[in-house]
């Protein structure tokens, strides 16, 4: 079984209504430089890198959450 090594998170917002937070959890052991990478893009402080305006066109509550 898979452990979940890290975790990222995400505030998400539709329009001007906040929604709430989104936990992701990161299987680090599985596949670690993408948990890196992905750890690296969710964690700048000084906003360089993130999914700020990303959308999400799938969601599927408890499941998953697909977007760009």
């Known amino acids: ?4 090594t ?11 209504e906040n929604l ?3 936990r992701v959890g990161l299987f680090g ?8 990478n992905f750890v690296a893009i969710t ?3 000084d ?3 993130s999914y ?3 959308i999400f066109h799938r969601v599927v509550p408890g499941f ?3 977007g760009n």
Do not use: C, D
């Open 6 to 16: 890290h975790e990222a998170w995400f505030e998400i917002q539709k329009g001007e």
């Open 29 to 36: 052991h599985a596949s670690p430089r993408v948990v890196q």
């Open 43 to 45: 964690s700048k402080a």
């Open 47 to 49: 906003g360089s890198h």
């Open 52 to 54: 700020k305006n990303a």
């Open 20 to 22: 709430g937070r989104v």
């Open 64 to 66: 998953v959450v697909q």
């Open 1 to 4: 079984p898979y452990l979940v």
